[in-house]
Nanobody, 124 residues
Framework: QVQLVESGGGLVQAGGSLRLSCAASGRTFSSYNMGWFRQAPGKEREFVAA????????YVADSVKGRFTISRDNAKNTVYLQMNSLSPEDTAVYYCAAAGGDRASMAAALYDYWGQGTQVTVSS
């Protein structure tokens, strides 16, 4: 069992930056692939970024490529999402998720554990 708690969301002006954190409980965090997803009002949940259990492989959605970076610190049981050059289109609730297996995935259905989410609002 893994419990995930996101933090770092808030209100920021367009062009600004935020860093989201996701703290995980449990001693097996380093064996999980981690992902970030987001859901805007009236829209489906969408993939943002993922990182393999070792940190060796990373994937980001085309919509955030070059602006968002995912990283992890297994010693701290934490995964991060650095978000730069934010735009109003990035406004959403951001969720972190954990998945078993040997590779990170962009498919939400493959993730076993989810956090409660943190709100990110970007004003124009």
């Amino acid at each position: 069992q893994v419990q995930l708690v996101e933090s770092g969301g808030g209100l920021v002006q367009a062009g600004g930056s935020l860093r989201l954190s996701c703290a995980a409980s449990g001693r097996t965090f380093s064996s999980y692939n981690m992902g970030w997803f987001r859901q805007a009002p009236g829209k489906e949940r969408e993939f943002v970024a993922a990182i393999s259990w070792s940190g060796g492989r990373r994937y980001v959605a085309d919509s955030v490529k070059g602006r968002f970076t995912i990283s992890r610190d297994n010693a701290k049981n934490t995964v991060y999402l650095q978000m730069n050059s934010l735009s109003p289109e990035d406004t959403a609730v951001y969720y972190c998720a954990a998945a078993g297996g040997d590779r990170a995935s962009m498919a939400a259905a493959l993730y076993d554990y989810w956090g409660q989410g943190t709100q990110v609002t970007v004003s124009s």
